[in-house]
Nanobody
Framework: QVQLVESGGGLVQAGASLKLSCAAS????????MGWFRQAPGKEREFVGA???????IYADFVKGRFTISRDNAKNTVYLQMNSLEPEDTAVYYC??????????????????WGPGTQVTVSS
């Protein structure tokens, strides 16, 4: 049974940093592309960024160099380091796993497994 569990969310002020973690189990973690998505109230879920199973990473344009995704295959964990947070970053953040072996997908439909999400709230 595959499980993805996010942690590290919380309430912070604008300009602060947060580091989210996503612990995976029940899958061969090192062979999956791992992505982060977010969903703000009243909005559709959107792609934040992803790290490939062979390394390499891609990001949404709105990240603007503020976020960094990394992975630790020994710990079956993917991270999302978020700096210079803005109120517009307030959302539920989800991690997801995709077994695409060709490219790192941005399309959420290509992700096979999802975590329940963790709330990030940024106050102004």
């Amino acid at each position: 049974q595959v499980q993805l569990v996010e942690s590290g969310g919380g309430l912070v002020q604008a300009g602060a940093s947060l580091k989210l973690s996503c612990a995976a189990s029940g899958l061969t973690f090192s062979t999956y592309n791992m992505g982060w998505f977010r969903q703000a109230p009243g909005k559709e879920r959107e792609f934040v960024g992803a790290v490939g199973w062979r390394g390499g990473s891609i990001y949404a344009d709105f990240v603007k160099g503020r976020f960094t995704i990394s992975r630790d295959n020994a710990k079956n964990t993917v991270y999302l380091q978020m700096n210079s947070l803005e109120p517009e970053d307030t959302a539920v953040y989800y991690c997801a796993a995709a077994n695409s072996r060709v490219v790192i997908p941005r399309d959420e439909r290509l992700y096979n497994y999802w975590g329940p999400g963790t709330q990030v709230t940024v106050s102004s």
